[in-house]
């Protein structure tokens, strides 16, 4: 993977007069931190995100020790999730006030890994948002009925805007990536920026992570955080096997 300039800046978070947001939304999977954890920390610190869905958090074994470590080496703190919902975790900073979290299994198929929603509603400056970290099924079927579940969890909510973020284990020609960009803006394919290729890391040719938003969101930039200062080549091939995903987004006050 070659390193490339940006050829315009990712906005910063702010707060705009009119009360609306500027948000960073990381989307990361982080192979329940098997790999290099400093680089993996240096990455998302560079991205200075408010809000960050994982994806593979530690599962097992004092799984909410190294999420805290996680939290802590990335100056986030837990928000909801972990193994309590099969591996999704959100992440977040200071600047998002939590109203409410919830962690939900999906179905299991016998056989198959469980999978679940790692889900919240959090205020930020004068917004009310949801979130939500996902991973899909590797099996087609399976993969398509639970993004339908992801939906239906969305609208559940009763929130004005949601953001969804995860490991789809499909591109944009699949059907389970193409139901949720049928109801939701796939915020990469509304204004690319950085990268756009996610899996696997020495030389990415799918993009199966992926960040949405629901219509009222602005998109102001959404890839691969190629390039963004404090983001090196290295760090993001010795992180994980998944390079992560990093969206700008403005958020209307209210709700």
Not at 64 to 84: E, P, Q
Not at 105 to 129: K, W
Not at 221 to 242: F, S
Not at 243 to 255: D, E, M, N, T
Request: aromatic fraction near 4%.
């Amino acid at each position: 993977m070659v390193t490339m300039p940006m050829p315009t800046p990712l906005p910063d978070s702010r707060t705009e007069q009119d009360g609306s947001a500027v948000i960073r939304v990381l989307s990361y999977n982080v192979r329940s931190l098997r790999d290099d954890t400093e680089a993996l920390a240096r990455v998302i610190r560079a991205c200075a995100p408010d809000l960050v869905c994982v994806q593979e958090s530690p599962r097992f074994f004092r799984w909410r020790k190294a999420a805290a470590r996680l939290a802590a080496m990335t100056d986030l703190v837990i928000l909801s999730g972990g193994a309590t919902a099969a591996g999704p975790l959100l992440l977040c900073s200071l600047r998002a006030t939590v109203e409410r979290t919830e962690d939900v299994l999906l179905p299991l198929t016998p056989g198959l890994h469980r999978r679940g929603l790692a889900t919240a509603v959090v205020r930020i400056a004068g917004t009310r948002l949801g979130v939500v970290s996902c991973h899909l099924s590797l099996r087609r079927e399976e993969r398509l009925a639970q993004a339908g579940m992801l939906l239906e969890r969305v609208d559940a909510m009763g929130v004005p805007h949601a953001v969804v973020a995860g490991d789809l284990n499909d591109g944009p020609e699949g059907a389970a990536f193409r139901r949720l960009a049928g109801r939701l803006q796939d915020c990469r394919t509304v204004r690319p920026w950085g990268g756009e290729l996610t899996f696997p890391p020495d030389a990415p040719r799918s993009r199966i992570d992926a960040v949405f938003a629901t219509d009222r969101i602005e998109v102001l930039g959404c890839g691969v955080p190629e390039g963004l200062p404090g983001v090196t080549g290295a760090d993001l091939r010795a992180a994980t096997d998944h390079l992560p995903v990093l969206a700008a987004l403005r958020v209307p006050a209210g709700g």
